[in-house]
């Protein structure tokens, strides 16, 4: 059992939303669910909004619809009890625990796993591919090499270190004496 799965489990045992803690109850759900998606696919989920955490999830492609129906549906919730006040029904409080212990238990037996940084060298064959785009529409590629970046900060990285090493060298031979 993951560490998430005990926290919820424990979560759970504590009955707080039933003792009239439903803030508290939001808070932690939605704390480990976002600590969870930060350990298993790397993304910061907990310095997130709800809508940038979906999206990262989204682009990754780690995660169903379904499974990212899911997490948008406990966080925004979660969001609307912390920030709002809003005061769901009680049968949303063990919904939304049952939601978030399906998707750690289906995310953890599917083995998908992101690495930080993600870089996967896409290679095709001559004859023309159909690809699916980030916008779901389908486009067609031919042969080449692609180097796709996950993480669009790791290019920059790529990017600038060699501008760096540069600008260094320039800057140290202007300074030598000739």
């Known amino acids: 059992m993951s560490l998430a799965l005990r926290e919820l489990k424990a979560l759970r ?7 009239g803690e439903i803030k508290e109850y939001y808070s932690r759900l939605s704390d480990i669910l976002r600590r969870y998606i930060s350990n298993r696919y790397g993304i910061s989920s907990p ?3 709800t809508d940038e955490t979906v999206r990262m999830l989204q682009k990754a492609s780690v995660t169903t619809a379904g499974q990212m129906a899911v997490v948008k549906e406990v966080l925004s919730l979660s969001d609307m009890v912390k920030f709002a ?8 409080h063990e919904s939304c625990m049952d ?3 399906s998707f750690v238990e289906e995310t953890e037996a599917s083995g998908c796993r992101s690495l930080i940084p993600r870089i996967n060298l896409i290679r095709r064959k001559t004859e023309t591919v159909p690809v699916h785009s980030p916008e779901g529409k389908m ?3 031919g042969s080449m090499h692609n180097i796709v970046f996950e993480n669009g900060w790791f290019l920059w990285f790529l990017l600038i270190i060699p501008l760096l090493v ?5 800057r140290r031979e202007r300074q030598m004496p000739r």
Do not use: G, M, N
Not at 13 to 19: H, L
């Open 47 to 49: 310095e997130l909004t």
């Open 99 to 101: 939601s978030a212990v």
């Open 139 to 141: 486009r067609k590629e």
């Open 166 to 170: 540069a600008h260094y060298i320039w």
């Open 13 to 19: 045992s504590e009955e707080i939303w039933q003792k």
């Open 85 to 92: 006040k809003y005061l769901p029904d009680s049968a949303l």
